[in-house]
C-alpha cells in the first residue's frame, strides 16, 4: 500500500481514516483526498496541509464522473470507497440523485479501478443494505453486489473488491446523536418510536475494519463487525435524563430494528472471532480457504444478526461515557 485513493475523503469516517493514516502508515507515498466539496477540502486541508504532509493530494471530483476518477486513479494502487448520499428521507424524496451517486458512481469506481490496475479496493456499506425497506438502502445494496461481482470481471487484472458493512457511527454528521445533543437545549428529545434500536460503532472502530480488510481480504467478502446495540431511549436517557421524550411515529423509509445478516445470507456466512464475513456464493475456493487456512467456521443454520436481539446491550452509563470519548460536542 503505497498510493491511496479516499473517495467521499473530506467526510466523517474520511478525516479519520486519514489521520490514523498519516500517524501509522508514514510510508505513504501519495494519500489523495477524492470529493467533491471544495470548503470541506479547504477545511480540511488546516487541519492537514499538504505543506507537513506532503503526501497529501486534494482532488476535486464526484463520481458520478468516470473521466475525473480514472484521472485521480493514475498510479493508485488502493482505494477505500466512503462517498455516498446516505440520508434517508432525502433518498425517497430524491431518488435518482442517489441511484447516480449511490449506484453508478460504485459503477465507475469499480471500472476505473479496473483500467487503472488498482490493487485493492475496500467500499463502505451499512446496516440499510441488508433487507432494504428504504431507497438509500437499496441503492447501497446494489453498490455491495457491484463490488463483490467486480472480483468476477477484473479479467486478468490482480484486483481486490471487497465491502465493510457497519451500524451507526457515533457523532457522524446527519446521526442520532449530534441531532439529540442539538435538541437538548429545547428541552424535548424526539423519539421516533420506543422500541427502536441500532448497531453502535465508533469512528475508530470503523477505520479499525477498513484497515482490516485492506490487510486481509480475498475479494468478494462482506465483512460485518461485532459491535453492541443501543436502545434509542437509553441514548435519549444519556444524553438529555432531564428532557421530555415525545414520541413522534418513524419517518418514511426506517425500520424499528436493523439489521446486518439475514437469514439467507447465514449459508454463506462464516464467524471469523471479532467480525463475520459473508463469502460470496458458488466460491468453493475462498469458503475452502476461509473454513480450513483460516480456521474459520460457519454460522448456525437460520442465523440473523439483528439490532434488536443483539446479544450486546450499551447501557445508558456505557452510552454517556462513548459519547464524552467520541464526540466532539458533549452532552454538558
Do not use: W
Not at 455491495?144 to 484486483?159: C, E, R, S, T, W
Not at 445533543?181 to 477498513?210: A, W, Y
Not at 444519556?238 to 411515529?249: F, L, N
Not at 467480525?275 to 468453493?284: F, G, M, V
Amino acid at each position: 500500500m503505497k498510493q491511496l485513493l479516499i473517495t467521499g475523503g473530506t467526510g466523517s469516517f474520511g478525516r479519520a481514516f486519514v489521520e490514523r493514516l498519516l500517524r501509522e502508515y508514514p510510508g505513504l507515498e501519495r494519500i489523495i483526498i477524492f470529493s467533491r466539496d471544495e470548503l470541506k477540502q479547504f477545511e480540511m486541508s488546516q487541519v492537514f496541509s499538504p505543506q507537513e504532509y506532503p503526501a497529501l493530494r486534494y482532488f476535486l471530483g464526484d463520481v458520478r464522473d468516470a473521466d475525473r476518477l480514472r484521472r485521480a486513479l493514475q498510479g493508485i494502487d488502493t482505494v477505500v470507497h466512503a462517498a455516498a448520499l446516505k440520508q434517508v428521507p432525502a433518498a425517497e424524496y430524491n431518488p435518482m440523485e442517489f441511484i447516480k451517486t449511490n449506484v453508478m458512481g460504485a459503477q465507475n469506481i469499480v471500472e476505473a479501478c479496473i483500467d487503472a490496475g488498482v490493487e485493492r479496493v475496500v467500499a463502505l456499506s451499512t446496516d440499510k443494505a441488508c433487507a432494504p425497506v428504504n431507497l438509500y438502502g437499496a441503492t447501497k445494496l446494489c453498490s455491495d453486489k457491484i463490488f463483490v461481482a467486480a472480483n468476477n470481471y477484473a479479467g486478468g487484472i490482480d484486483a481486490r473488491f471487497s465491502v465493510v458493512r457497519y451500524g451507526n457511527v457515533m457523532g457522524s454528521r446527519g446521526s442520532v446523536i449530534p441531532f439529540f445533543i442539538q435538541k437538548k437545549e429545547s428541552g424535548s428529545l424526539p423519539i421516533t418510536d420506543s422500541e427502536m434500536t441500532r448497531f453502535n460503532i465508533t469512528l475508530n472502530e470503523g477505520v479499525d475494519l477498513v484497515i482490516k480488510a485492506l490487510e486481509h481480504s480475498e475479494g468478494g467478502e462482506i465483512f460485518v463487525p461485532k459491535i453492541p446495540s443501543y436502545r434509542i431511549l437509553d441514548v435519549a436517557e444519556a444524553i438529555g435524563p432531564e428532557c421530555e421524550k415525545p414520541v413522534v411515529g418513524i419517518r418514511p423509509g426506517e425500520k424499528i430494528h436493523e439489521e446486518m445478516i439475514t437469514d439467507a445470507d447465514a449459508p454463506m456466512t462464516v464467524d471469523m472471532g471479532d467480525r463475520y464475513a459473508i463469502l460470496p456464493s458458488a466460491n468453493e475456493r475462498l469458503t475452502e480457504k476461509y473454513l480450513g487456512e483460516l480456521g474459520c467456521v460457519m454460522v448456525p443454520e437460520g442465523f440473523r444478526y439483528n439490532s434488536g436481539t443483539n446479544e450486546e446491550f450499551l447501557t445508558v452509563e456505557e452510552i454517556r461515557s462513548l459519547i464524552e470519548e467520541n464526540v466532539k460536542d458533549k452532552t454538558s
